[in-house]
């Protein structure tokens, strides 16, 4: 059963940093693209990031664009995902969601993917002011 797991949310005063873990069962999540979402309580759900199969090529929205980084754990079969300059605007459910691909088109993949069920319970992150 090929399952992904989210984990390393918390609470954090704005400027903090967490990272966040992607781990992945009864698949190779490096032959897949990983891409993060977030959703806040009343917002529509976010593609954040996208790295494709082996990390060589990455993407992120302009709201996280400088401030997260996205990279794969081989030795974990899983994705990172590191969040740094935090604000409250940041707070949201971060989830994670895998797709084999043909062609890296980031955009594509993460819209196609935001439109994918199911999905896992997430982490929560938490900024405060």
């Known amino acids: 059963q090929v399952q992904l797991v989210e984990s390393g949310g918390g609470l954090v005063h704005s400027g903090g940093s967490l990272n966040l873990s992607c781990a992945a069962s009864?698949?190779?999540?490096?032959?897949?693209?990983v891409g993060w979402f977030r959703q806040a309580p009343g917002k529509a759900r976010e593609g954040i990031s996208c790295?494709?199969?082996?990390?060589?090529?990455?993407y992120y929205a302009d709201s996280v664009k400088g401030r997260f980084t996205i990279g794969r754990d081989h030795e974990r079969n899983g994705v990172f995902l590191q969040l740094t300059g935090l604000n409250p605007e940041d707070t949201a459910v971060y989830s994670c969601?895998?797709?084999?691909?043909?062609?890296?088109?980031?955009?594509?993949?993460?819209?196609?993917?935001?439109?994918?069920?199911?999905w896992g319970q997430g982490t929560q992150v938490t900024v405060s002011s």
């Open positions: 969601k895998s797709s084999y691909y043909t062609h890296f088109n980031p955009v594509q993949l993460v819209d196609s993917m935001a439109a994918s069920a199911p």
């Open positions: 790295i494709s199969r082996g990390g060589s090529e990455t």
């Open positions: 009864g698949l190779t999540l490096d032959h897949y693209a």
